[in-house]
């Protein structure tokens, strides 16, 4: 089956007692049970409820996984996935993960005794130094937040393995329409549903795929034992936005090729990060694992000022944080997503004053570069 026929037919049945083609969204918290441990498979909303449950197989047939998990929010998400570990465990992670990540791991986590340290895994051979005896994990993100780095997930993949190290990769920037992390040998997959899989800007959520049967039950029981849950009705409104994802994403990506281009011809942008850019430092890494390049692209203006100045003077791209959505957003990394990393490490990792981020929405390409256009000749 096709990736656009997956995303509209996987996991999804008419319901038997009625006919509905569309899923109905279960709003119950329980189940009658026919006879003392005898029931339908369902026995009370946090464990499973029949709606997510279709989520969630939809979601592991489009990442060519065994098993989907649906959780509150990305960061929910993410929380179970560092529950796999256990005081004194070690993690490495990209340098320019998601900013939640970051505080996640670093201003959270780490008071349980959870080890972390912030890794440029785009260098194999930096990953490969920073592994102790201790390490239980690899979280790679890419293309990462906001620097569109690119690290090779085979590589990763079989250092891993070699070392019985959890790989863990967030691909909410590419998708499983771009990108397909366990095809390479990655244990745990995870999305920030809440973006492109929704895609309309309109709920929270947060997709785990895997194939190990061993880590989906633990991954369950965490699920079920701290709650972390997606409602049905956000399950719901995250299949209806799946049904798009291949058109959407098709025109995120044809619309970014051509705005990094143009933002590429200009003079009053210092730097254009967009790995489908064949200047781009890691392209043809992200030609050969990836299927498209993506709707998201950051560039640098120079200056704080300058950046101010471009972003008050947007007018069809709100200054909004997320990404994904079918509208353009711009967002300013240094003060939004990433203002919970240190300055002096924001620099290290690339986050500069004049770093501007836009999520490239599927409205007429000429009309977002005109915006752009406007916005630049103000600077
Ligand atoms: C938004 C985001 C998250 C967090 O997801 P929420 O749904 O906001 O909790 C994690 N990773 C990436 C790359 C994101 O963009």
């Known amino acids: 089956m096709g990736f656009s026929t997956k995303a509209i037919h996987a996991g999804i049945e008419p319901d038997p007692t009625t006919g509905s083609l569309m899923t109905p969204i ?7 049970q026919e006879d003392l441990g005898r029931n339908k498979g369902y026995e009370y909303s ?114 891993a393995q070699s070392r019985k190290i959890i790989s863990v990769v967030d691909n909410t920037f590419a998708t499983p329409y771009l990108q397909n992390p366990l095809d390479f040998g990655i244990d745990i997959v995870l999305h920030s549903a809440t973006k492109y899989l929704n895609g309309h800007s309109d709920m929270l959520g947060g997709l785990v795929v895997l194939n190990d049967a061993k880590l989906t039950e633990r991954l369950r029981f965490i699920q079920k034992s701290t709650g972390g849950i997606l409602s049905p009705f956000e399950a719901w409104m995250c299949l209806r936005g799946i049904k798009t994802l291949a058109v959407r994403m098709a025109r995120h990506d044809s619309n970014a090729t051509e705005v990094a281009a143009f933002l590429n011809t200009q003079r009053k942008v210092k730097k254009v990060n967009y790995p ?6 890691q392209h043809r890494l992200a030609k050969k694992q990836m299927r498209g390049f ?32 079918v509208e353009s957003l711009i ?49």
């Open 331 to 379: 967002s300013h990394p240094a003060t939004m997503t990433h203002a919970s990393v240190p300055p002096e490490e924001r620099l290290r990792i690339g986050v500069t004053d004049g770093l501007v981020r836009i999520s490239v929405g599927i409205e007429d390409l000429e009309d977002i570069i005109d915006d752009l256009k406007q916005a630049l000749s103000k600077i």
């Open 276 to 281: 489908g850019l064949v200047g781009h430092p």
């Open 46 to 159: 946090r464990v499973s409820n029949p709606t997510r449950t279709v989520l969630e197989k939809n979601i592991a047939a489009l990442e060519n996984g065994k098993e989907g998990l649906a959780f509150g929010s990305g960061m929910a998400a993410e929380t179970a996935i560092f529950q796999l570990l256990k005081s004194g465990d070690h993690c490495v992670v990209s340098q320019n993960v998601y900013g939640g990540t970051y505080r996640l791991a670093k201003l959270v986590l780490a008071d349980f005794g959870l080890q972390f340290d912030f890794i440029d895994t785009t260098d194999l051979a930096a990953v490969k130094s920073a592994l102790k005896p201790n390490t239980r994990m690899v979280f790679i993100e890419t293309p990462t937040n906001p620097t569109m780095e690119i690290t090779d997930l085979r590589a990763v993949a079989r250092l």
């Open 26 to 32: 279960h709003l119950t918290s329980t189940y009658a």
């Open 294 to 325: 993506g709707g998201m692209i950051s560039f640098d203006l120079g200056s704080l000022d300058k950046a101010k100045k471009f972003l008050k003077s947007v007018r069809l791209c709100a200054l909004a944080e997320s990404l994904g959505g």
